[in-house]
């Protein structure tokens, strides 16, 4: 069974920065793309960041460019986001997401984790 | 940047029923197009990809059609498990845009 589950979520004052973490099982992790997505309370969905399966691409939203970075580990089955200089607007829900595809240009999410809560405030 | 609209942003609808929700791409994105599922608490749910194509274990009565810039959902016979909140999202190009969503409630 395919499984992601997400970490390091809390609540950080304005500046500050976090790490997020993303546990995977369940299927061959460096054969796919992986992203992370986020939610902020009771709105829409927000595409973060995508890596493909060697690192060898990564992309940005606009909105987090410069101040988030995405990695993986594939020995460890792992991925991870980098949060800095994190802001209000950076306050949501955010799900670690599995691409269909190696590449992370044109990608589809077909499993989610349940998401780790970020809240920015002072 | 691509800008995806969904239209109805509600849709109050019964057990049974017919139902389309409709997705414009602000440019062509060929059949770039995938749409979610989410219910409340829950994650997003993969429903279709690359247009029409059926995700694995997702019922028949979901089906999905267009290119280019317009799009459709249909869900064929509304069950009760159907009632939650659909995304669609383009996936041509960076930044992969969602829509604003379409909440379906029961009638």
């Known amino acids: 069974e395919v499984q992601l589950v997400e970490s390091g979520g809390g609540l950080v004052q304005p500046g500050r920065s976090l790490r997020l973490s993303c546990a995977a099982s369940?299927?061959?992790?460096?054969?796919?793309?992986m992203h992370w997505v986020r939610q902020a309370p009771g709105k829409g969905l927000e595409w973060v960041s995508g890596?493909?399966?060697?690192?060898?691409?990564?992309a940005y939203a606009d909105s987090v460019k410069g101040r988030f970075t995405i990695s993986r580990d594939n020995a460890k089955n792992s991925l991870y986001l980098q949060m800095n200089s994190l802001r209000a607007e950076d306050t949501a829900l955010y799900y670690c997401?599995?691409?269909?595809?190696?590449?992370?240009?044109?990608?589809?999410?077909?499993?989610w984790g349940q998401g780790t809560l970020v809240t920015v405030s002072s | 940047d691509i800008q995806m609209t969904q239209s109805p942003s509600s849709l109050s609808a019964s057990v049974g029923d017919r139902v389309t929700i409709t997705c414009r791409a602000s440019?062509?994105?060929?059949?770039?197009l995938n749409w979610y599922q989410q219910k409340a608490g829950k994650a997003p749910k993969l429903l279709i990809y690359?247009?029409?194509s059926l995700q694995s274990g997702v019922p028949s009565r979901f089906s999905g059609s267009g290119s280019g810039t317009d799009f459709t959902l249909t869900i064929s016979s509304l069950q009760p498990e159907d009632f939650a909140t659909y995304y669609c999202?383009?996936?041509?190009?960076?930044?992969?845009?969602f829509g604003q969503g379409t909440r379906l409630e029961i009638k």
């Open positions: 997401a599995k691409d269909i595809r190696w590449q992370q240009h044109n990608p589809a999410f077909d499993c």
């Open positions: 369940g299927f061959t992790f460096d054969d796919y793309a």
């Open positions: 890596i493909s399966g060697n690192s060898g691409s990564v």
């Open positions: 440019q062509s994105i060929s059949r770039y």
């Open positions: 690359a247009a029409s």
């Open positions: 999202q383009q996936s041509y190009s960076t930044p992969p845009a």
